[in-house]
C-alpha cells in the first residue's frame, strides 16, 4: 500500500521526532519539498530539503505499518491536515 501525507517540521525537536520515527519503520519513506526526492530516514537528506514549507510524504509499505507511523506523525503533531 502507498499513502501520501503532508507534515510541517517546524522545529529541531521536530525533525529529529520525524527521523526516528522513520529509522525504526521497516516502511519506504520518500520526502519532497516540491522540487527534490530524498528518503526520509536520511537525516543529511531532510535537511537539505526547504523546511520553512511543509513537505509531501509518500509511506509505502505494509497497511498496519505505515497507518502506525501516521498515527505516530499525528501524536507528534506532524501532520497537516
Known amino acids: ?6 507534515v510541517s517540521l ?5 525533525i529529529v521526532q520525524f527521523i526516528n520515527m522513520n529509522s ?17 530516514k536520511s ?3 531532510l535537511l537539505s ?7 509531501d510524504v509518500t509511506v509505502i509499505g505494509d497497511d498496519t505499518k505505515i ?9 507528534h503533531q506532524l501532520l497537516i491536515s
Open 49 to 55: 530539503l526547504n523546511l520553512f514549507k511543509p513537505l
Open 24 to 40: 525504526k519503520s521497516s516502511c519506504e519513506i520518500d520526502v519532497q519539498d516540491g522540487h527534490s526526492y530524498i528518503d526520509g
Open 10 to 14: 517546524g522545529c529541531k525537536s521536530q
Open 1 to 6: 500500500m502507498k499513502k501520501d501525507v503532508k
Open 67 to 75: 497507518s502506525d507511523l501516521i498515527s505516530n506523525y499525528n501524536s
Open 43 to 45: 537525516i543529511v537528506g
